[in-house]
């Protein structure tokens, strides 16, 4: 009987790909049922994380300058879109220097986190995830005077970190690393623009068993995003496998003259790419 | 034609606009599960020897206990296929005593057509050492896959705990095509590129002309998509081919207007494929196109609040790759410059 071989490599998988991140909380049970969407505060996956990773800082719940943006019942549990939105405001006090993406219910909840540097303009951000149990979903944002807020959703879905990578693992193969990127016309001259960037990766998450071998898959997922504009940080991320497969990203980025944006991403078997584009003044 | 009706009849809900072409009109009232134990499921003889469980139109769930899934048995001189086993154990039980009623023959076969919970976790029902359990070459590596949740899925939502050993793998892999011998009677089998999903598998049989499309046609439940968009309109057309004058979907009625059937999905899918495509050269976002594509023009579908929107996401994600042509590292990124 080979199960609990495989049962114990997946358990192997789990911890290598956890410390990709931050080895926080263990996985769900998968027989526990996930918490509820009651007291989101005692859930203990996210108790776990909250001291590894802001220790006994508080966090205040963010205004409606801050928002998360989730389908209430994920349409698709290996594509949930994720958007944190921001309003417009010159409140210093408001200037988002990092963002905590925290999915509670997942083998390995800490999804990302996002820094934002000079060029990136504004703190607005989409992205797509994977989402394997009914779960809370936080965006925890640092402001640069330091002080922490958390905008908080619940999302139903559930399955889609085992949900199979790619349709067709050669053709996945022959496509990893492609790029694009993109950026709209500013709404008018000097604005922050919205770019785009799409990047072709299985980001697997390893829990995928193949059931001829019986075993899993190891993980392999895009870990690190560098974007910059003229060499100056626009955005940076640290990266897990809960982003869905073909990782996705639309972000701000504050035009300053003729500059070369590029993008640069890392996966954890350290192979590098990355794509550019010139960006123009208006006008020209 | 003989049609017994075994089981309860709930006439609930006429075919609308569509009785004419209806085998049986209230086809989807006769998803009534089992109240008892074993108690045989529903089923009709649609031709001599073909037999189908009509699941109901809804999603999966406890309210329906599971049974939305169309199921099926073919009976030849020597034994038995099942196609299709339910949703839950007790749904497969139920399918089981069904065979049993209808003939004394063994089970020699039980065909997965794909690896969707409401379709296989019966299986488990028929195992035994004169059963052959059929599927896609891809089905194993989708339901290993997808085990875990939905098992979590059947816990959670049925109150049911099944071990995954429960979850029954097949013994018989398809790769492309493959006949069984049922005595003076031989079942075609084929297994289809990623379509509805990566595992979808066809039954034919010449005797009847009745041909099992599993998921790859879905009739008046929305077509639900797990697979790739461009690959199930290319099946679609293929699924023309087929000279059957009965056809068996994976949800909904059957039908004797094969073609018209086929070609009512086809107006769906090819409808979904040229407004997403639309949707991705217009420069939407994902959750953009999801608010914003409708349900095309054409058939009217139940279930379209549950499964449209998440069949644009899933077309989305697929489409939003398909022309590039740019190649990989270091690329500009075509059209950017403003």
Known sequence: ?284 | MPHRHAGAHRATHAARGLAAACLVACATALAAHATAPDAPLPVQELRPGVFVHLGAIEDWGPANGGDVANLAFVVGSRCVAVIDTGGTPAIGRALRAAVARATPLPVCYVINTHAHPDHVLGNVAFRGEATRFVASARFARALAARAPSYLNALARDFGLRLAPAELVYPDVAVERSTELDLGQRVLELRAWPTAHTDNDLTVYDPASRTLFASDLLFVQHMPALDGSLRGWVAAMAELQQVPATLVVPGHGPAREDVRAALAEQSTYLDGLLRAVRAAVQGGLTLSQAVDRVGVPDGASWLLAERFHRRNVTAAFAELEWEDDTAPATGARAPGAKP
Request: glycine fraction near 6%; charge should be neutral.
């Open chain 1, 1 to 284: 009987m080979m199960q609990p071989r495989s049962l114990h490599r997946r358990r192997d998988c789990l911890r290598a790909a956890g410390a990709a991140l931050l080895l926080a909380a263990g996985g769900p049970s998968l027989s526990a049922p996930p918490a509820g969407p009651d007291n989101p505060d005692a859930i203990p996956t996210w108790q776990k994380l909250r001291v590894a990773l802001f220790q006994q800082r508080p966090i205040a719940p963010a205004g409606d300058w801050l928002r998360l943006v989730l389908p209430v019942r994920a349409e698709d549990a290996a594509i949930v879109p994720v958007a944190v939105e921001t309003r417009p405001d010159s409140s210093p006090a408001h200037a988002i220097e990092s963002l905590y993406l925290v999915i509670d219910n997942n083998p390995s909840p800490l999804a990302a986190v996002f820094r934002f540097g000079p060029r990136s303009g504004r703190a607005d951000l989409e992205t797509r995830v994977r989402i394997d149990e009914y779960t809370h979903v936080r965006a925890i944002a640092q402001t640069r005077d330091g002080q922490l807020h958390m905008a908080l959703g619940y999302v139903k879905a559930s399955g889609g970190c085992s949900a199979p990578p790619g349709k067709d693992a050669q053709a996945a193969q022959a496509t990893l690393g492609r790029m694009r990127l993109q950026v709209q016309p500013p709404p008018q001259p000097g604005a922050a623009q919205v770019a785009q960037l799409m990047i072709s990766h299985p980001n697997s998450s390893g829990l995928a068993m193949d059931q001829v071998s019986r075993l899993y898959a190891p993980p392999h997922f895009v870990r690190q995003l560098t974007v910059t504009l003229a060499g100056e940080p626009v955005l940076s991320a640290d990266l897990d496998f809960a982003i869905s497969e073909n990782p996705h990203f639309r972000f701000y980025v504050q035009p300053h003259g003729d500059a070369e944006l590029k993008a640069e991403i890392v996966d954890n078997e350290d192979l590098k790419f990355h794509t550019a584009l010139m960006l123009r003044a208006s006008g020209s």
